[in-house]
Structures are given as C-alpha cells and as structure tokens.
C-alpha cells in the first residue's frame, strides 16, 4: 500500500513509492494500489515520495518531489540547481559519470521485444562525456519577463538558466547581453538557436518562429551588430524549415575536423563539443579503406560522408531533406553528389544500385521508415554504417534488416547528452 505523505506542487498528496528498472523516456516503474506508476527523477530500488502528474489508462506519471531513502550509487551529489523547474534536461539527478550503466540498461529496455539485441546492449561499451557540451542549443524568449532559457517540464513557461551545466560557457555568458538586446525590440515569443565552433571561438544566433503555426520572426526585432559585441558575430531570422531569411554577420561557423565542416545557423549538426572530434575518427574507423560508393542517406551538412571520404577518396551521393543543409554539403564536399529530397524518393529513381557500397545513415527519432527499409534490404548494400538517437527505433530497424540477411558486427553507445535519458547507438550491419 501507498503511505501518504504532505502535500506536493500539484496540491495532491505524495505517494510513496519504491521505483523498479527503467522504461520509456529514462522514468522508473513502480506500482501503488494496483496502479503502474512512471516516475520522472527516480533510480532503481530507491524509495521516493512522488506527485502524480497526468494519469490515463491505468497509468499513474508523477515525478519525485522526495528521497526518502538510500541514494542509487549514479545519482548526483549535488544536483544542477536549476532541476525543479527546468524541463532542458530529463536526468538533472544523474550523475555524467556514473550513469553509464543507467544508460545501457534503459536502451536496452527500450527493445525489450528483441531479447538478442537488448542482451548486446546490456553488454555494449559506452564513451561518455564531460558536462558544458552543447555547441548547438535552442533557447526560448519570453518578451513579458525578458528571459532567454529552456521550457519548465510541461510547459511553455520560460524557466532562467544562469550556471546551466550542460550549455557552453560562451553561451553561459551571453544569455544575459542577448536577453538586454532582445528586450523592448522583439516582442513576440520566438526561439532563439545558438551554434558555435568546436572550441568556442566564433558564434552565431537565429531567431525563429516557436511552434509550428507561429508566424514569422520580422528582421526588425533582430539586435543590431553594436548591441552584442563579442556576444555573436552573426545574428539572423530563420525560416520554420531553417532558411535564412534576413540578418548581419557570418552566417554559420566552421568545425575545425580532419574534413572542415561549415554549419550555417538553422541546419543540424551534432551537439556535443566534446565528442564530435572522437565521433568522425570512429566513423573513419568504421567507414573502411575500401573506395566503395558511399550513400548517405540522412546527410545533414556532410558529417558522416566527409569521415567516410577522410577514411578513402570515394565515390559520394548524399541525400538530404534541407536545402540549407544540403547547400551546406555541397560546399563542404565538392566532390560529392548531393541530392535534395527524402531518402525514400531518391533510391526510388536511382536505378540499380550496386552491392559493394556503404550506406551512411544518421536518420531521425523516429528511425528509418517502413518504405526506406523495404530499399535498403531489396538493395542489400555489403555494409551500413548507422547512427541512431533512439535505442526503441534503432531496434526495430535493426531487427528487420537482420531478418533480412544482415550481422549486427559492431555496436557501441555514445553518450552525446549527458543529463538527460537519450543516447546515440552506433551500429555497423554486414551483408551475410
């Protein structure tokens, strides 16, 4: 039975709870009076005082508001002070370090229908990463309390972040000179996208619209260049679907890897400071010194295929949705093909495709989809190369090409979030 305890946040009384393993979104599974509860802030044979916060079907979410016992050996000393409110990050009670095992263990619980490929990740290694990451961010403005940060969990309430953890120093220290540029000429609600080099040296910013219906950000609630100096050096209005639409200054930065990458601002690329340097040489590595044709499938601005091309001068087609970005990987690598449209449409109208080739994929949260799979495995490229940021998607996709004739010969986890419940899965399947 559940024991009552004062009253929470939501104004019902909390429920104590002992939490069970982890489940989706990085929450602990416990149950109370017949009920399943998912417990957001909750470790492994902790015992907690929860709130609900939603509840549907017979499932109770709530979040702790109270240890009330003996920590989990991963949970952080002395968490970020910004974690009651803050919705930016989804594990602010774990700490970087020693949550390694959490992670592998909640990826692997995520493909619970696939006992073989959850047994791999159990065991699989992970590259861990320090805090202070975050290249890329996306913040959001609210001109009535002139505050720049992340949404409070479940909300669109604007939570402050001075001394946040996991974004950059530079943009540490430019949120309060962005929040005065901003405030008295932007008075509308828009994100605020921040992107920076490897090393912190040059930065640019875009405003864009918030939400998908949001109209769009006028050039006249942009700061001028001499209200932010050494803040950015280039601020811009960006379209919903990440065009350049007005602004000043540079327009993207370059990352400093064995293939220099430029990124313009409203294009994607991977977030993590730290590890990006260690990701292209892993994909080097995996990429192969066979000159084979190389598909990249989810190209970006030419991540993947620029390491594939430093491992061996191929042939290169990249496929990618985003004009920017693909505008992007055409500068980036002028050798390559690069085609603007889904993966999907492109392999529909490329004829025979030949067997001895590599198939790059970096593909979204939602995984590869069902139309896209049928190609791949109809195709049968000798190897893929993916980096997949969802463990339950990855499994799915996995399991199927697998079916089909492929080996899962290497695996590993990337920890390129810290303080949250994600985790990229790098993933190498051969043709059998």
Known sequence: ????????????????????????????????????????????????????????????????????????????????????????????????????ALKLAAAAEAIRGSSALADRLRSAPIRSSPLAYRLRARLHWDPARRTLGFFEERSRQVSAIPDCRVVSSRLGRAIGPLERALSGRCPAAVDLEWLEDLDGGRAVAGLRPTGHDAAAVRPDWLPPAEALPGVVEGMHTVSASGEITSGWGDQGVVMALPVSLFVPIGSFFQGNRHLAGWLFDRVVELSGSRPVPTWDLHAGVGFLAAAAWHAAARELHLVEPSRPSAGAARRNLPEARVAVGTAEAVLAHAGALPAESLVLTDPPRAGISPELRRRLAGWHPERIVMLACDPATWGRDTSYLVDRGYLLTHLELVDLFPSTHHVEILAVLESG
Not at 43 to 72: D, F, K, S
Not at 90 to 97: N, Q
Request: aromatic residues 2%.
């Open 1 to 100: 039975m559940s024991e009552p305890a004062s009253d929470g946040p939501s104004g019902e009384a909390p429920v104590i709870l002992s939490a069970g393993k982890l489940v989706g979104g990085g929450r602990a599974l416990a149950h109370a009076d017949d009920r399943t509860w998912l417990v957001a802030g909750a470790l492994p044979g902790e015992r907690v005082a929860v709130v609900p916060t939603t509840r549907r079907a017979g499932i109770v979410e709530g979040r702790v508001v109270e240890l009330l016992g003996p920590p989990h050996p991963a949970r952080a000393e002395a968490p970020c002070r910004h974690a009651a409110r803050c919705g930016g990050c989804d594990w602010p009670h774990v700490d970087h370090e020693r949550g390694a």
